[in-house]
């Protein structure tokens, strides 16, 4: 059985579903490397894979990312970022476009030679390459390495048509709509990182490997091979790259197999279901939990407009949230606040759930059978928003337009055994049909033989 090695960014949101993915790997009989930087050797270790060290990024999020140490630099690009979220869709986007350099393409030369030295170590039969580590897929590409792309968020991500920009949501739920002058902004911004990074691109491929072909377009160089999305294939998304096989898996998480709460956090869930009440889950990833102004509205419509219980997932602020007057007077069997959750064992006993529109959010909610309100911020969360209610998984709202009455009706709709519920109910038996495993599978078999093209030293 092949060799594989995985290469992740060192952020939880990307480790965790290659984790998951490369433990469906091994157990299609792989042997399975997870490459990341050195805080992931334990998750590696938690999925029975080996382990080699390699950094690929210098920004990182580790959990909870105001929480991780981070260089001058990123921890600056990381407030005006949060900042920028405020000031809604096209601010926060323009601010990711003026970062993106920094933030996915530092130093491409020395991460082709550790690319390099990593293969002459481990020698491979192929490469699972998240695909926003972009030198990494130009290092494959310099390198003449076998490699499959996983494609971490949106579809979209990768652009496959000429009006398509990385950074440039395909499509945008009603709620969050910018207007033309705005979308012109946009579009000339992540225009310009297309141009910018194809050029970057263009001049390494010349350096390292000159007989090598050029690449025509920066964001949409993947795998020739085997593409990989943790996603559903639903019917409206742009179309796959032309070449590589395109592998849905719907969702990268453990499911069907059970996912067991600890002791402590069965007593929370029995505390605050006790009576049959609903339980709603509120958790905005491992970047947005700063937002804790949104928490807190969400929360108290919640305790306020619903009937339900609520845990709350505060990351770094949880103190913010304790010195609410309003939340501290919630009884303790409606209210559970705490800095990380354990949101897949979670979700078994959620009746709904608030989210970023974050990847590995929705695609766990689809999986768990649990409809969401999606209040999407940044990057793909607006195109993942728009097909979580195109879908009839879930309503969106805009998170900077938010208040109690708003965020109370939403949430009474979605515990309502109503309109969602088929939608939810279909979505859920069509993704445990899918998954990891069968994606694994599938994989294995369209990179077998895939070929090393030789490349000079």
């Known amino acids: 059985m092949p060799r594989v090695v995985v290469i992740s960014p060192p952020f939880r949101s990307h480790a965790a579903p290659l984790g998951v993915l490369g433990a469906a790997l091994r157990d299609t ?37 105001e929480r991780t140490e981070q260089a001058d ?14 000031d809604g869709a096209v601010a926060t986007l323009l601010t990711q476009a003026r970062h993106r350099r920094d933030d996915m393409l530092a130093d491409p030369d020395r991460i082709l030679a550790e690319i390099r030295d990593l293969d002459r170590k481990v020698r491979p039969d192929w490469y699972l390459v998240d ?11 310099c390198l003449g390495l076998p490699y499959a792309t996983f494609c971490p968020g949106h579809p979209g991500y990768i652009p496959t048509r000429p009006e398509m920009f990385f950074g440039l949501p395909h499509a945008w739920p009603e709620a969050v709509r910018p207007g033309p002058e705005d979308l012109a902004r946009l579009r000339a911004a992540a225009a310009a990182n297309d141009a910018a990074f194809t050029e970057v691109f263009r001049r390494v491929a ?25 996603y559903p294939p639903l019917p409206w998304l742009p179309p796959a790259p032309p070449g590589p096989v395109p592998v849905h898996a719907w969702h990268c998480t453990s499911l069907p197999r059970p996912v067991g709460l600890d002791a402590h956090w069965r007593a929370v869930v029995d505390r605050l279901t006790a009576g049959g009440r609903p339980l709603v889950l509120i958790a905005l ?20 407009r619903t009937d339900a219980s609520v845990v709350v997932a505060a990351g770094g602020r949880v103190a913010d949230l304790a010195h609410d007057p309003q939340l501290a007077a919630a009884p303790r069997e409606r209210l559970h606040v705490a800095g990380s959750v354990p949101q897949q064992a979670l979700l078994a006993h959620t009746a709904a759930m608030v989210h970023h529109g ?20 940044s990057s793909d969360q ?29 949430l009474r709709d979605l515990l309502a055994a109503g309109r969602h519920r088929s939608g939810v109910e279909a979505g859920r ?6 998954g990891p495993r069968p994606a694994a599978e599938r994989l294995v078999r369209a990179m077998r033989g895939a070929p090393r093209v030789p490349a000079p030293e």
């Not at 630099?73 to 405020?86: I, K």
């Not at 990833?285 to 306020?304: P, Q």
């Open 285 to 304: 990833g491992t970047f947005l939990s700063a937002r804790h102004d949104v928490l807190r509205t969400v929360a108290r419509a919640a305790l306020d």
């Open 429 to 434: 038996a069509r993704a445990l049909a899918a």
């Open 131 to 141: 695909q926003l580590s972009y030198p990494v897929t130009l290092a494959a590409h």
């Open 206 to 230: 010349g350096r390292h490997a000159p007989g090598r072909p050029r690449p025509e377009r920066a964001f949409a160089l993947c795998s020739p091979h085997a593409v990989v999305f943790n």
């Open 29 to 65: 009989g792989a042997d399975v490397t997870l490459a990341c930087a050195p805080d992931f050797a334990g998750l590696a270790e938690e999925h029975g894979l080996g382990f080699a060290e390699l950094t690929v990024t210098r920004n990182a999020n580790h959990g909870i990312a």
């Open 358 to 377: 974050g990847n590995n959010s929705f695609t766990e909610c689809l999986a768990a059978g649990v409809p969401a309100l999606a209040l999407p911020f």
């Open 382 to 410: 607006f195109a993942i928003a728009h097909d979580l209610e195109r879908a009839g998984l879930g309503l969106v709202r805009d998170p900077n337009a938010l208040d109690a009455g708003t965020a109370g009706a939403a």
């Open 73 to 86: 630099g990123e921890a600056r690009r990381l407030r005006e970022f949060l900042d920028a979220t405020r």
